[in-house]
């Protein structure tokens, strides 16, 4: 069992920055894809940013340019700078690691921008 355990998220001014993380913890031998996407209450989930073991990343397009991710494989830990912060970026933002043919999914961590 592999379980994924988020930090970083709280509230933030716009314009501002937050550095979100998300390490996995279990019986892990290797970690495809990780990856962070966010939800809305009321709206579908949507991709933030993904990056594979060889640390090829994809990107929203409406994080282009503010957010980057990277990955720890030493720690199985995948990261998220978030730069620019936007009040439309206030979200609930959740890990995913793909090991093998299963994807995990963290709890979740809100992520507040307002002035």
């Known amino acids: 069992q592999v379980q994924l355990v988020e930090s970083g998220g709280g509230l933030v001014q716009p314009g501002g920055s937050l550095r979100l993380s998300c390490a996995a913890s279990g019986t892990i031998f290797s970690i495809n894809l990780m990856g962070w996407y966010r939800r809305v209450p009321g709206k579908e989930r949507e991709l933030v940013a993904v990056?594979?073991?060889?640390?090829?990343?994809s990107y929203g397009d409406s994080v282009k340019g503010r957010f980057t991710i990277s990955r720890d494989n030493a720690k199985n830990t995948v990261y998220l700078q978030m730069n620019s912060l936007k009040p439309e970026d206030t979200a609930v933002y959740y890990c995913?690691?793909?090991?093998?043919?299963?994807?995990?999914w963290g709890q979740g961590t809100q992520v507040t921008v307002s002035s």
């Open positions: 995913r690691a793909d090991l093998g043919i299963t994807t995990y």
């Open positions: 990056i594979t073991g060889d640390g090829s990343t």
